[in-house]
């Protein structure tokens, strides 16, 4: 094997790992999504059948406190975006 193809070759490989490493990241959002949608239900489910007004206004700000402390940092956009990044970087 020659050096550039063994260079394309790395490429290749690099290229495989990278597209991996993005699959994986979009299943664990979409596992923490499904997961959240699970829990938002649970506090759709409290809200509806809550009969007191201020009670609905308790509930809807634990729901939108709970995706921002536990849904949103979760969702490894970090990751998401470092191979984002990883992606273009291999394309070029």
């Known amino acids: 094997m020659d050096e550039d193809e063994e260079m394309a070759e790395l490429r290749a490989q690099e290229a495989r790992r990278v597209r991996e490493e993005a699959k994986k990241c979009?299943?664990?959002?979409s596992f923490q999504l499904g997961k959240a949608a699970y829990e938002i239900d649970e506090y759709l489910k409290d809200f509806s059948t809550a009969r007191i007004p201020i009670r609905r206004q308790?509930?809807?700000n634990e729901a939108i406190a709970h995706l921002v402390a536990n849904v949103l940092p979760n969702l490894g956009?970090?990751?998401?975006a470092r191979g984002k990044f990883?992606?273009?970087y291999v394309i070029m």
């Open 58 to 60: 308790v509930i809807l």
């Open 26 to 29: 979009l299943r664990h959002a």
């Open 77 to 80: 956009n970090a990751e998401m």
């Open 86 to 88: 990883n992606l273009h």
